[in-house]
């Protein structure tokens, strides 16, 4: 997991944004429209990286269509102080 997460959010043109979501989800779940008003992003651009984050499997989905609700994922729950702590050293550069 610690590879993929440095990969998802130090690796790629897009971690800043995929790290926020990781951080929104993990105060509770929200669905792809509720993501991109509460993070002031676009629509198409959240659905993008909850794609690559479910790819991941950092985050999982429950429902369907436009009500599916995203949650972290067993093995990120499981992970999420290492992810904090990729957060923090990326922050500080």
């Known amino acids: 997991?610690?590879?993929?997460?440095?990969?998802?959010?130090?690796?790629?043109?897009?971690?800043?944004?995929?790290?926020?979501?990781?951080?929104?989800?993990?105060k509770r779940p929200y669905n792809a429209n509720q993501l991109a008003d509460k993070l002031k992003l676009d629509y198409k651009t959240v659905r993008h990286h909850i794609?690559?984050?479910?790819?991941?499997?950092?985050?999982?989905?429950?429902?369907?269509?436009?009500?599916?609700?995203?949650f972290l994922s067993s093995q990120m729950e499981e992970n999420y102080e290492l992810f904090q702590q990729i957060w923090k050293e990326i922050k500080e550069d």
């Not at 690796?11 to 926020?20: E, M």
């Not at 794609?51 to 995203?70: P, R």
């Open 1 to 26: 997991m610690k590879k993929i997460l440095w990969w998802l959010i130090a690796g790629t043109k897009g971690g800043i944004n995929r790290a926020r979501i990781i951080n929104e989800i993990h």
């Open 51 to 70: 794609k690559v984050l479910e790819d991941n499997n950092v985050i999982s989905s429950s429902g369907e269509n436009y009500g599916m609700m995203y």
